[in-house]
């Protein structure tokens, strides 16, 4: 089973960055894929990142391109989501999930972390 932990969540000023980390355990092959999901109160939940756990076959969603990064620290067995140029629109829930094959879907995924609060003031 895999296991995810999210961490870096808090409060910051519109313009501001904060960068994200989800450390996982478990059985990961390289073929898996890693995402970065968010929710808002209200809303549907939606695709922000994913990588795979090789670290190649990035995608981002049209909102977040070029002010997110996903990358994936081999040492640390972790996936980050390094977050700049942050919007008001950008608060919500962020989430890290695990599936195969790699997609934007949440419902292709099978498992999940916690969450990490995001807020972003005007």
């Known amino acids: 089973q895999v296991q995810l932990v999210e961490s870096g969540g808090g409060l910051v000023q519109a313009g501001g960055s904060l960068r994200l980390s989800c450390a996982a355990s478990?059985?990961?092959?390289?073929?898996?894929?890693v995402g970065w999901f968010r929710q808002a109160p209200g809303k549907e939940r939606e695709f922000v990142a994913a990588?795979?756990?090789?670290?190649?076959?990035?995608t981002y969603a049209d909102s977040v391109q070029g002010r997110f990064t996903i990358s994936r620290a081999n040492a640390k067995n972790t996936v980050d989501l390094q977050m700049n140029s942050l919007k008001p629109e950008d608060t919500a829930v962020y989430y890290c999930?695990?599936?195969?094959?790699?997609?934007?879907?949440?419902?292709?995924?099978?498992?999940w972390g916690q969450g990490t609060q995001v807020t972003v003031s005007s």
């Open positions: 999930a695990v599936g195969r094959p790699p997609t934007t879907q949440a419902s292709g995924y099978d498992y």
């Open positions: 990588i795979r756990w090789s670290g190649y076959s990035i």
């Open positions: 478990g059985r990961i092959y390289d073929t898996y894929g």
